[in-house]
């Protein structure tokens, strides 16, 4: 079988489906029409996220059996086509979710204890004890919205705090010894802190809006390290002005799919990611939750494993 590379991966993904008899080329840099132009030729394809995969590019796929996304998430694959056409989507939520779970827990202290802060005015030569007072995590209840592999992760993370752990999910009976699955109303009730760790889909886009969140009885703490689709920024500016919101970790960013560079350059900057950049109880990250040196290595061999156990003979 032949599998064209269309994103640089982990070394041992290569490797690895070399020694399982596969034949495995690279391209890294053509356009995705000139890819198209020879997909075709393959029987699988492995991404990230340089490009969708659409039905445009599946069509010409003619003897695709597989794609393989390095990554925790198909947003960016016609996942409805590629089933009719009888092509299996492999993904790898397992491989990063002990990063996110631990970037979770570390923008969560970050802002609770006002660390980003504090570091910025001790190298600006202030010394403000009072101001940086911060609070502390236990005591407090973590609602969950989404209880797989990420929202797993996180609350196994959270075991060694006096703490009580809520989820919501859609699908029935996910709880476990680390979390509690409530409903969405009792969640909004009791929540002291929100963590996102849910995929993108219709159902979760533009999820927390003003609505959703004045349906927390608390004011309350957000941390999202799942889609930055899911939140609707300029309704989150409102809240965290109120003070419905106390504070954002935001790992991911609604406009993180267009350049965001060019929202630095030519006047481009909306006015409410200008807030949040100045913000001091918002934390922000590039979408480096599942980032780290081992779960690149980890996301790489879970593809690895699940394409040998469909696919090798």
Same mark, same amino acid.
């Given at each position: 079988?032949?599998?064209?590379?269309?994103?640089s991966?982990?070394?041992?993904?290569?490797?690895?489906l070399?020694?399982?008899g596969?034949?495995n080329d690279?391209?890294?840099?053509?356009?995705?029409?000139?890819?198209?132009e020879?997909?075709?030729?393959?029987?699988?394809c492995?991404i990230?996220s340089?490009?969708?995969?659409?039905?445009?590019?599946?069509?010409?796929?003619?003897?695709?059996?597989f794609?393989?996304?390095v990554?925790?998430?198909?947003?960016?694959?016609d996942?409805?086509?590629?089933?009719?056409?009888?092509?299996?989507?492999?993904?790898a939520?397992?491989?990063?979710?002990? *990063?996110?779970? /631990?970037?979770?827990? &570390? $923008?969560? !202290?970050?802002?609770? =204890?006002?660390l980003?802060? *504090?570091?910025? /005015?001790?190298?600006? &030569? $202030?010394? !403000?004890?009072e101001? =940086?007072?911060?609070?502390?995590?236990?005591?407090?209840?973590?609602g969950?919205?989404?209880?797989?592999?990420?929202?797993?992760?996180?609350?196994?993370?959270?075991?060694?705090?006096?703490v009580?752990?809520l989820?919501?999910d859609i699908?029935?009976?996910?709880?476990?010894?680390?979390?509690?699955?409530v409903?969405?109303?009792?969640l909004?009730?009791?929540?002291?802190?929100?963590?996102?760790?849910?995929?993108?889909t219709?159902?979760?886009?533009?999820?927390?809006?003003?609505?959703?969140?004045?349906?927390?009885?608390?004011?309350f703490?957000?941390i999202?390290?799942?889609?930055?689709k899911?939140?609707?920024?300029?309704e989150?500016?409102l809240?965290?002005?109120?003070g419905?919101?106390?504070?954002?970790?935001?790992?991911?960013?609604?406009?993180e799919?267009?350049?965001?560079?060019?929202?630095?350059?030519?006047?481009?900057?909306?006015?409410?990611?200008?807030?949040l950049?100045?913000?001091?109880?918002?934390l922000l990250?590039?979408?480096?939750?599942?980032?780290?040196?081992?779960?690149?290595?980890?996301?790489?061999q879970?593809?690895?494993?699940?394409?040998k156990a469909?696919?090798?003979s």
């Open positions: 079988m032949k599998i064209l590379h269309i994103d991966n982990h070394p041992l993904l290569i490797n690895q070399k020694e399982l596969f034949h690279e391209d890294y840099t053509s356009t995705k029409a000139e890819i198209e020879i997909i075709h030729l393959y029987d699988g492995i990230r340089r490009f969708s995969i659409d039905r445009s590019f599946l069509t010409k796929a003619e003897k695709l059996k794609i393989g996304r990554g925790a998430g198909l947003e960016n694959i996942c409805e086509f590629a089933a009719s056409k009888n092509i299996t989507l492999i993904a939520p397992e491989g990063n979710s002990n *990063a996110v779970g /631990e970037h979770a827990l &570390g $923008m969560l !202290l970050s802002l609770f =204890n006002k980003n802060k *504090a570091d910025k /005015e001790v190298r600006n &030569g $202030m010394w !403000l004890r101001e =940086n007072r911060g609070v502390e995590l236990d005591g407090k209840t973590i969950l919205i989404g209880y797989g592999n990420m929202g797993k992760s996180f609350a196994k993370k959270l075991r060694g705090f006096d009580e752990v989820c919501y699908q029935s009976s996910v709880g476990d010894e680390n979390c509690k699955q409903s969405l109303e009792e909004q009730k009791k929540a002291d802190v929100l963590s996102l760790h849910t995929p993108q219709v159902l979760t886009e533009k999820m927390v809006n003003t609505a959703f969140i004045e349906g927390f009885e608390k004011n703490w957000l999202n390290t799942a889609r930055g899911s939140v609707v920024t300029k989150l500016v809240a965290l002005k109120s419905k919101i106390l504070g954002a970790g935001l790992d991911v960013l609604e406009y799919k267009s350049s965001f560079e060019n929202l630095f350059s030519n006047d481009q900057m909306p006015v409410d990611f200008k807030y950049i100045q913000a001091e109880n918002v990250s590039p979408h480096v939750g599942g980032w780290t040196i081992e779960s690149k290595e980890k996301l790489a879970t593809i690895v494993s699940k394409v469909t696919f090798a």
